[in-house]
């Protein structure tokens, strides 16, 4: 229960949020409205998109001896290994920098799809540059934290680089070893499912209170204290609807071709599924009172006058 004794419901959020999205999207049908929208889920879904992988062990040549000794091939496979490394550094630092672009447009487009189902409209520019405080804190913070996640894997993975470190090989992987991995990765896992709810959690609370990354936490933090359980429960519970989103996802997918895979034009196809996922969690944030009510902040502040849709002063009643 909150302050007020109400108990916290976990499924009449499920039924507000397929209400609320029906709403925004189909009272009345509105085209531009959902690609402008489908524009700002897609920015949204970049900040999800920053794990890149790229494959090891790459063989670097022998670089021993003259050159006046070698012959030509010699020469030729220690100028190719060269310019693989080269391209190499190019390509990671290319990564990198795509990366961290993302993860800051992504940042900001969370809280400009927050603002377009709040506000019940199709806008960009304005979001853009009313939330760009929260949403740089927010890249910020999401920034330190993957470095920090990826410096504490190098670390925690040090005791099974050392073999290799000395032989140049795994030879002596045993069994240790081997559990050792599995509890790292177990443990890491969970690190960052935990980090990845509170932030999920936090954005709503940022955007209601306009507040900075770390102070949103703090509070998401005290919430989830004082109410262990229906947290506990929309986790579970939202794990459950991602993994059906995931297979209407895939089946989309299928029906059209590969289409619903594109960028952006996946995102608009996908439209009504996304804004469920954010509705739901901001309608039952909305239970433990006003400081978490995203749309709490609205009677204080002017509908723009350059939207076509009127404001959401409040969601639609939750089902009894």
């Known amino acids: 229960m909150d302050e007020t004794g109400r108990k916290i419901e976990i499924f009449e959020p499920f039924g507000g949020a397929i209400e609320l999205t029906k709403r925004i999207l189909f009272q009345p049908f509105d085209f531009m409205k959902w690609l402008v929208i489908g ?42 290994s060269w310019l693989f490394t080269g391209v190499l550094a190019v390509v990671i630092v290319a990564v990198v920098v795509m990366v961290v672009l993302f993860l ?50 190098a670390v925690l993975a040090l005791p099974l680089l050392i073999s290799f ?23 890491f896992m969970l690190a960052w499912i935990a980090w990845a709810v509170l932030v999920w959690f936090a954005v709503p609370v940022m955007y209601r209170r306009r507040c900075g990354a770390l102070a949103a936490l703090g509070e998401v933090v005290k919430l989830v204290a004082a109410h262990p ?15 059906a989103g995931a297979l209407v996802s895939c089946a989309l997918t299928c029906v059209t071709c ?22 739901y969690t901001l309608l ?20 723009s006058p350059r939207t076509d849709e009127p404001p959401l002063s409040q969601p639609p009643p939750l089902p009894m």
Not at 122 to 140: H, K, M, Q, T, V
């Open 284 to 303: 039952f944030l909305q239970q433990f009172g006003r400081d978490s009510d995203a749309w709490g902040g609205l009677a204080a502040e002017p509908a």
């Open 258 to 279: 590969c289409i619903a895979a594109l960028p952006y034009i996946g995102t608009v196809i996908l439209l009504p599924l996304y804004m469920f996922y954010y509705a």
């Open 104 to 153: 800051w447009l992504g940042s900001r487009g969370r809280f400009m799809f927050v603002d377009c189902i709040v506000r019940n409209r199709g806008a960009i520019a304005e979001p853009w540059r009313e939330y760009r405080r929260e949403g740089n804190s927010l890249f910020l913070f999401s920034l330190a934290s993957t470095v920090a996640f990826l410096l504490a894997l």
């Open 39 to 80: 524009f700002a889920a897609f920015l949204a879904g970049l900040a999800d998109g920053t794990h890149v992988g790229l494959p090891g062990n790459f063989g670097f040549g022998d670089f021993k001896g003259g050159a006046s000794t070698r012959n030509l091939e010699a020469v030729q496979e220690e100028a190719m």
């Open 165 to 187: 470190f000395r032989t140049g090989e795994f030879s002596d992987f045993g069994a240790w070893q081997i559990v050792y991995l599995v509890v790292i990765a177990s443990l």
């Open 229 to 243: 359980i229906p947290f506990v429960l929309f986790v579970l519970f939202s794990a459950v609807l991602v993994i």
